[in-house]
């Protein structure tokens, strides 16, 4: 089920891509009949959140986002909409490079993105080694596969100052689940004690460098770099639509976010991929930075785009596998192929 806030502000996109807008949660005890794939449930759930006051301004950014949606050029032309669905909770099936979160008539697919400079979460094998293609999922531990030595010095140095010698395996590698989540649990600070900083640098600079290595290995020609751009940036074989909310940058507050995304074809006719650089960096924790520098025929100018990978627990020190997360440093306003609403 997705978060509460993630769908507030997905349904009310929708809801403002609707004539009547927010007015809906008001007037009608059943989601509206344009109204795809939402049920009562969801549909009460929302009505509920809607009448407490509470998100109010996450409401209202989302129905603003649907209506600009409905009115531009690029969108809707001020033609009401037959039909809207949500996509709701569940994860499509394959290899799906499109974010959609709705789609309007059959056609128009929408990301909403509020808040987030993520771009997408694949897992370290998935993104290093197969460059984000197919849906697999790897049993394999980074942290293990790419520095066992340094994991193995952190994990050791970890359970001597936690006092659990005796009381957990050897070998880091065999912690049960039940025997991650209590080491996890030894160190509820976000600042690790003094002694473990050195062995958990040593880690991130180990799992950082073999990421960087093994990414660069798996792009060793052009086509390469340029399929595994695309999947970065998110540019798919269609063109689709993200409205939404662009997270603060240092003094400046967040901004609406309102882009029309060109699909793989649009992006070749105007665009070449000059090159595309991964280097390991220092961190609180593994990275792997990427920048691409891309020339924009229609300009004659060069154009750079960066972002990085946060290789990192999902669920706290020691607990499962490592996750990837790759997040986009450049400002989506100045991404080539990302193009504002009109």
Request: aromatic share 8%.
């Amino acid at each position: 089920m997705p978060g509460q806030l993630t769908e507030i502000t997905e349904l009310a996109t929708a809801l403002g891509v609707l004539p009547a807008g927010l007015d809906r949660l008001v007037e009608r005890p059943t989601p509206p009949p344009e109204f795809a794939n939402v049920d009562g449930d969801t549909w009460d759930r929302l009505v509920g959140l809607w009448r407490t006051g509470n998100h109010r301004g996450d409401f209202l950014a989302g129905a603003a986002n649907g209506a600009a949606f409905a009115a531009a050029l690029d969108g809707l032309r001020g033609r009401p909409p037959r039909r809207v669905e949500w996509k709701g909770p569940h994860r499509t099936p394959g290899d799906d490079t499109v974010p959609a979160d709705l789609r309007i008539d059959h056609v128009y697919l929408v990301s909403c993105k509020y808040l987030s400079r993520v771009l997408s979460n694949p897992g370290p094998p998935r993104l290093f080694e197969n460059l984000m293609a197919g849906e697999g999922r790897s049993g394999v531990h980074w942290f293990a596969e790419c520095a066992p030595d340094e994991f193995q010095a952190f994990y050791a140095t970890a359970v001597d100052h936690a006092g659990l010698v005796g009381s957990l395996p050897a070998a880091v590698t065999d912690l049960s689940r039940e025997q991650q989540h209590q080491l996890k649990v030894a160190f509820p600070d976000r600042v690790l004690p003094a002694p473990l900083t050195g062995p958990w640098a040593a880690l991130c600079r180990g799992v950082a460098e073999t990421s960087a290595h093994r990414w660069r290995q798996a792009m060793p020609t052009q086509r390469h770099r340029l399929r595994m751009l695309w999947r970065l940036l998110r540019i798919a074989s269609v063109t689709y639509f993200v409205l939404g909310t662009q997270p603060s940058r240092g003094n400046v507050p967040p901004a609406t976010l309102r882009l029309r995304v060109d699909a793989a074809w649009d992006w070749s006719q105007r665009f070449d991929l000059r090159g595309l650089e991964v280097t390991a960096r220092s961190a609180g924790q593994p990275e792997v930075a990427w920048k691409a520098m891309v020339h924009d025929r229609d300009s004659g100018l060069d154009r750079v785009v960066e972002g990085h990978v946060e290789v990192r627990w999902s669920h706290g020190r020691f607990k499962g596998s490592p996750e990837a997360k790759v997040y986009l440093d450049t400002p989506h306003t100045e991404v080539p192929g990302y193009h504002p609403l009109v």
